[in-house]
């Protein structure tokens, strides 16, 4: 029998309990965060989280369209949750995010199992999409806001360590590169409320988190003012002046000093002297920026729509380098075989690989999108042998450089934050420094959450070696 909302909402504050939700996760950090989102939204509803899937009954896929492969592994992980629900027909399964965006209705005609499907914006009609679902109807909501942050919504801590954690501080992107789907996925940009930003952070710190990491697509476009961002959202908002990503910076790090930030991803075109400035100022902001390239060409810069030129690019990171010390870790994602590539704009983007020397990069082959404005205007014309070939060089090229970096650490003694019991031994505790470099080393009487002094002694190339100092 079809019940209504308002009935569903009811007989489960009596229960007490709605049962067990059970997320899988893939793509960025932004739907890792958004997670966290969801199982708060449904614990408020009576959900528990459950890390075991046959112990679930609402089962969700958070997923990813950013290259075909990331959409492939979904449909596969779908066709194993098939022999689960089979043992357990109850048994709802959805799917969030950037492919149920992507698909919308078409999912629930393609996948059979799908029962519930919400788009990155509609994670507070969850527990309606739910009660509709069990009621027997297949529920959908893909639409997209242009206002929705979740600003007020405390997350849940999934598969937490309990001292870093991550912090969205924007949805969507504006930018329209042309190879790009998350324009299409997530909608147009919009920054959340700072205040509620500095308040999520203080909670972390106050129950023993020492790490954040603001997320968005293109932090240093985040801007928000009490006028633009209309209604005066938290009782606190009384000043009118705008709120720009490095005023943010500064608010987040003055939370205390033993709390470190992080931030990803900043955009070549957008990243000001301002934010350098105030990495600066703040000994607790990591000396560590992560600055998507792309293609070391300017045609291909031109045809992807980055807005900067290689020339530009070299030149920011110089001034990276002037403002903060050749020591700030660098990081890049590149794409081979971008439509029309030829093998000299590849070599290009060698070269400034080479002149660059990233600390570590994600490399990709060009991965067709459906709607994007690269699947419109270009011929996806490189094959997937070439592709794969110059994939293979970056990636030699990179891992150099990753290895080169490295040494130059050692003999280094650096402020290291302990995340955690080091996945080789039980013996050895790991964090990173500033820069983002993974350091392990024997254990003592230390704990996670803790800063320890450590003396590099060794590097296996991704990986430093030392001890406490
Ligand atoms: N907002 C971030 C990137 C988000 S997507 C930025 O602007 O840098 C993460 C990375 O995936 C991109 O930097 C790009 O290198 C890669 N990527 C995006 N679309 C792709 C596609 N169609 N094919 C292959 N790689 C892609
Ligand atoms: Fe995609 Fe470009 Fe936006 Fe990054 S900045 S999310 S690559 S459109
Ligand atoms: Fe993927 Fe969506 Fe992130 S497409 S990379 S999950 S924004």
Known sequence: ????????????????????????????????????????????????????????????????????????????????????????????????????????????????????????????????????????????????????????????????????????????????????????TRGRERSRDPHSIVAEAQKLFDSGYREVTLLGQNVDSYKWSPEENNKARLEKTTSSSIVRFYDLLAMVAEVNPALRIRFSTSHPKDITDDVLHTMARYENICKYIHLPVQSGNNRILEMMNRGYTREWYLQKVSRIREILGEDCGLSSDMITGFCSETEEEHLQTLDLMEQVKFDFAYMFAYSERPGTPAEKKFTDDIDAETKKKRLGEIIALQNRHSQERNLHEVGKTFRVLIEGTSKRSADDLQGRNSANKVIVFPKMNYQPGQYVNVLVESSTGATLLGKIV
């Open 1 to 184: 029998m079809q019940k209504s909302t308002e009935e569903a909402v009811l007989s489960e504050s009596t229960r007490g309990s709605k049962g067990k939700l059970y997320i899988e996760s893939y793509g960025c950090q932004m739907n890792f965060s958004d997670s966290e989102i969801v199982a708060s939204v449904l614990e408020k509803q009576g959900f528990s989280s459950t890390k075991s899937i046959e112990e679930a009954d609402v089962v969700f896929l958070n997923t990813c369209s950013i290259r075909e492969k990331a959409e492939q592994t979904v449909r596969h992980r779908l066709q194993q949750i098939q022999v689960f629900k089979k043992r357990k027909p109850e048994m709802l399964v959805g799917v969030l995010g950037c492919m149920a965006e992507r698909l919308k209705s078409k999912f629930l005609e393609e996948e059979k199992i799908v029962d519930l499907v919400a788009g990155p914006d509609a994670y507070r009609n969850l527990p309606e999409l739910i009660a509709q679902a069990e009621s027997g109807q297949k529920a959908i909501n893909t639409f997209l806001s242009r206002e929705e942050t979740y600003f007020d919504i405390d997350p849940v801590r999934l598969n937490s360590n309990g001292v870093t954690a991550f912090i969205s501080i924007m949805r969507g992107c504006d930018n329209m590169c042309s190879f790009c789907v998350v324009p299409f």
